[in-house]
């Protein structure tokens, strides 16, 4: 018989167990039984999550099937589209959330129904340091809807229109139908191979979500079965005591860099697997990632550095046949969250559909991402190459600067802006503690001007990030970040910077000297953030090169999740 931790509050004949008791009398509770927690995340605020609150239900049911107690309980719902500045600043908020409920609460188990973007990596970060077993249940990719005969990319297919009205191109009655169009997709996360579906696939790569249901149609039979085995598997999980430091190994966090790097997956998904590794003491650094996704090679057949869509690579067999196409380039050993190994997984696969491809031929050449450094960037920044033109992976240009995502907005598109399609946008001010929380500003769109003379991609460069969604030359999360006086505050209009791929370096070829006068010149900006979360957040937030997780939440090297039982007493 296992130890329950849910034995503390409920075991016992004094007064406080009695009470304890006494609170869930009216609930499925029974006496040795394990108590199992399910967050539920759904609002109506975030239409990603809609279908949330049918599948929580889902996974009480596969709890009671294996003889628990599931418990269900609210939690912040974090949805994309409307959480401003960014959802990234409720990150940290939830995954605390996470943490605190699991040690507050008489929990022996963990679900957290997760999808929208930063939702996946909040829950892995606070499994991680509540430690008790866990997993994550996906909440499924939306269906495509119809644009114009095609099938609408979330998302993707809004940069495009973007571009098309900024250039002209599409009509007043093109863009009211295009936001027709959009609006009659239901629930699910975006149905590309963004920051949602990018993180899903980290999750199953971390054991933490079982194989196969990060791009599970939402409403769909395979997610609906999907939750009732995520509600079974948890409570095998207790009975086996396997815990989220079980399963998060380096050889995991391994292969989870290397399936993002093959899907072309999301540049944010880097800042999360960093600040999930932080929480575990995992040795995994932007160089780590850098060498574990070098050799990788673009598998997948997905927008937007592909054609397709999720329902496609989920047709073509998802996960394990990713995995299988990926072959030695993965750690075959490490194990999924149902308890087999990847390799039992993938050699299950099947054959695969036309979404995924086998090494030999693959949609497009290593390294999809890549880590950069230079005098810009000396602790680093991130491109998105499988998303990017070759024809920029050499570039010099003179630099147009936007001090920040309002100046950007505001002069953009003004008569009066100078540029020429050679110039390389700086927007800066973007970073965690700048805007603050890190928004998804750094692509800057191509200036009206040039994108009605037909240019489509510039290099551009900034410290904030940009959706997983998107495309184009973008050197992103460049770190230190402006606001606290990196390289970046110090860049002029017209000062020459180089960017060169193959050396993996983004230089401002500015004289020393003159850099060291501005440097001395410089100094921080007063924040109007002086109370709440947002100056907590800015107080404590870690650079974007250490997955901007808050300083007080990591784990020391080698040291333990930190994780302290509350003394259960009376309250
Ligand atoms: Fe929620 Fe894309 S906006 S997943």
Redesign the pocket.
Known sequence: MTDLRSARWFGGDDEVALLHRVAVAASEYAPGRPVIGIAVTGSDL???HGDADRLADAVAEGVRRRGATPMLFPATSL???LMKPSAMMYRNLLAIEVEEMVRAYPLDGLVVLA???KSVPAALMGMASANVPSLVCLVGARRSGDFDGRRLA??TDVWRELDRRRSGEASDAEWAQFETCLGRVGP???NVM???VSMGLIAEMLGMALPGSASAVAGGDDILASAVATGERVVDLVEEQLRPRDRMTPAAFANAARVLAAVGGSTNAVIHLLAVAGRLAVPFDLDRLDAEVRDVPLLTDVEPCGRGLIEDFHASGASPALVAALGDLVDRDVLCADGRSWGTVADAAGVRGPAIAGREHPFGPAPTLAVIRGTLAPDGAVIKVAAASAALSHHRGPAVVFSDYEDMRRRLDSPDLEIGPDAVLVVRGCGPVGAPGMPEWGMAPIPRALAERGVRDMLRITDGRMSG?SFGTVVLHITPESAVGGPLALVEDGDLIEFDLATRRLDLLVPPEEVERRAAAWAPAESAHVRGWPAMYRKHVLPASQGCDLDFLTAPTGGSTQFVEPVVGRS
């Open positions: 975030n239409p990603c949805g994309e589209d999808g929208c973007d979330a998302g699910g996360i975006c963004g920051t949602a969604t």
